[in-house]
């Protein structure tokens, strides 16, 4: 059973760098068979897909925040990472990272979120 | 691309059928057969329940089924269950390669 686990800060100030980080477990991200996708949800919102990442370092961004976005992946660490600039406090959301079997349109694992505020 | 539309709150008694409707375009639902809808209990990892419009994953109930027409895609669940409470959303593959998803329907067993 493929398990993930996001991490990182919970509060961040406007205008900085929002990072986190999503730990696997039950699959390596080298098995090439997941593309490693970064889901988040709005307060009272639904969710938004943000990007997805494969361990080849192939990227695919949501266009309305791929100027900001960087999704890289540490295969040593079995680790993907979600770095989003310039944050506002429309960034303020629950963040999920979720596992996309190659081939398929959807996301057959998720991490259990974590919420980032943005807010000096 | 805007999100999907469900709507808010679904209701029902313990035994009976329910649906959730999901709501798009030509762009995403009625384009192509990759509708998937996922069950979120809160504080938990959302669960995926249906994919590509109407299969479901090993171990999820039969009592969960999925369709489409035109460009809105529904989940059916029948049975109600005290267990079903949640939150259901649904995903669509879009035109742009990209991923849309509904903007959420809670369900309550009466």
């Known amino acids: 059973q493929v398990q993930l686990q996001e991490s990182g800060p919970g509060l961040v100030k406007p205008s900085q760098t929002l990072s986190l980080t999503c730990t696997v477990s039950?699959?390596?991200?080298?098995?090439?068979?997941?593309?490693w996708n970064w889901i988040r949800q709005h307060p009272g919102k639904g969710l938004e897909w943000i990007g997805y990442?494969?361990?080849?370092?192939?990227?695919y961004y949501n266009p309305s925040l791929k100027s900001r976005l960087t999704i890289s992946v540490d295969t040593s660490k079995n680790q993907f990472s979600l770095k989003l600039n310039s944050v506002t406090a429309a960034d303020t959301a629950v963040y999920y990272c979720?596992?996309?079997?190659?081939?398929?349109?959807?996301?057959?694992?998720w991490g259990q979120g974590t919420v980032v505020t943005v807010s000096s | 691309q805007s999100a999907l539309t469900q709507p808010a709150s679904v209701s029902g008694s313990p035994g009976q059928s329910i649906t959730i409707s999901c709501s798009g375009t030509?762009?995403?639902?009625?384009?192509?057969?990759?509708v998937s809808w996922y069950q979120h209990h809160p504080g938990k990892a959302p669960k995926l329940m249906i994919f590509?419009?109407?299969n479901r994953p090993s171990g999820v109930s039969n009592r969960f089924s999925g369709s489409k027409s035109g460009n809105t895609a529904s989940l059916t669940i029948s049975g109600l269950q005290a267990e079903d409470e949640a939150d259901y959303c649904c995903?669509?593959?879009?035109?742009?390669?990209?991923?849309?998803f509904g903007t959420g329907t809670k369900v309550t067993v009466l």
């Open positions: 990442i494969h361990y080849t370092g192939s990227t």
């Open positions: 995903s669509s593959y879009t035109s742009s390669s990209t991923f849309v």
């Open positions: 979720a596992a996309q079997s190659l081939g398929e349109f959807c996301f057959d694992y």
């Open positions: 030509s762009s995403d639902v009625g384009g192509y057969d990759y």
């Open positions: 039950g699959a390596s991200i080298s098995s090439g068979i997941y593309n």
């Open positions: 590509d419009v109407s």
